[in-house]
């Protein structure tokens, strides 16, 4: 039996959503203090499947770290480290292609690579490391470096961000990633990651990026202490950049985690918060495509539910993921590809496995039953091999 889903309050905003018009950070505070939470699900669904059908998607990747040493100390942080902890540590070019190597044997299509800020290591090893993994094979997309990152090689190198941007393209780099946002409000970012780049710097650097023909992902780190008005102003202020430039392909919300860091907020968000935040961010970033329900910061299962609220993308296999574990994280530190495609068929989905541009790679049977043969990530599960990227 169906149960049909009451509007009630926020009849008028599924109308809107019918009607395919923008939503105002008015509307966008009152869908966050809603407490009808199928109908903001149904407002979300309708909004995704607009755009993405029944499709949800995944990405083949290795995480890799290049080192955690870092010259900020940023609050919320538990990743980085300084020359005189026991536990610091940074990779050789070399180390850096014998674990691309191995992620290569397992199928995937993906390095997403950042690290801290580091002290001293010259802007050659960065083109050095580019080059290296890029002649490893020319398939393999780079997605690398968070904003700040841009602008510390920047400065270590005495360039221009574009002069900066274009050599690191050169040497290999794909895309960059959508890390450093946090919350843009100064306020909240002096209180979390003082001294990082400001809103306006972060912001520049993907313009710069994107109006170089670059495509790149955007983040918000949500759930410490920021207010709702906080997140609005951050989801606003990379709408319109995205009417600016298009280079978004993709919005990941990411959950605070509350342990080893500074910050006085000892919770991460709860179900409802990371559920309402990805319906929210679905709804009112009408202008990018994709929205992933982070499965490392949200554990499988929320994820999954996060698909009926908005979100079309699980994120990837990622196989070795430090920096929300060092935060408290209590997910795996990697997935299989069997793994996402089950979690993505049980809730309806039609599984697609993409590349970094959210471009369809292989598409599976939407209807489950393949799943148990598949073996893990890299074997041959049966998909339909429809597009290679
Ligand atoms: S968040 Fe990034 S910039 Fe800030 S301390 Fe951690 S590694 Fe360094």
Known sequence: ????????????????????????????????????IHALGAIADLVNRRQNGARASYI??????????????????????????????????????????????LGVTELHIVGGLHPSLPFQFYLDMLGALRAMDNRLQLKCFTAIEILHLAWQARRSVPDTLTALREA?????????????????????????????????VHRIWHKMGGRSTCT???????????????????????????????????????E?????VD???TAWDTIRTIAVSRIFLDNVRHITAYWVGLGTKLAQVA???????????????HIFRMAGAQSPAQQTEAEMVRAIRETGRTP????????????????????????????????RNLATA
């Open 172 to 204: 290999g780099l794909d895309s960059l990633t959508g890390g450093g946002a946090e919350i843009f409000r100064p306020e909240v970012r002096s209180a979390i990651a003082r001294g990082k780049e400001s809103a306006a710097e972060y912001l520049e």
């Open 307 to 321: 698909l009926n609220f908005g979100a079309d993308d699980l994120h990837g296999t990622i196989h070795e993921e």
């Open 1 to 36: 039996m169906t149960r049909a889903i009451q509007f009630s309050g926020l009849r008028d905003l599924y109308e809107q959503a019918v009607a395919g018009q923008r939503f105002s950070t008015a509307d966008a505070l009152r869908l966050f203090e809603s407490r009808e």
């Open 220 to 258: 918000m780190l949500y759930g410490h202490v920021e207010s709702l008005e906080d997140r609005i102003d951050h989801l606003e202020q990379l709408r319109q950049l995205q009417d600016e430039t298009g280079g978004f392909t993709g919005f990941i919300p990411l959950p605070y985690h509350p």
């Open 267 to 269: 919770k991460a968000p």
């Open 260 to 264: 080893n860091n500074s910050i006085p």
């Open 352 to 383: 697609v496995q993409r590349n970094t541009f959210y471009e369809p790679v292989k598409v599976w049977e939407t209807t489950p039953g393949q799943d148990e043969a598949a073996g893990g990530s890299g074997a041959d599960i049966s998909g």
């Open 60 to 105: 083949l990747n290795r995480y890799l770290n290049y080192s955690n040493y870092c010259i900020l100390s940023c609050q919320f942080c538990a990743f980085a480290r300084k020359k005189r902890d026991q536990d610091g540590f940074e990779l050789s070019v070399e180390q850096m292609v014998a674990k691309a190597r191995e992620a290569l044997a």
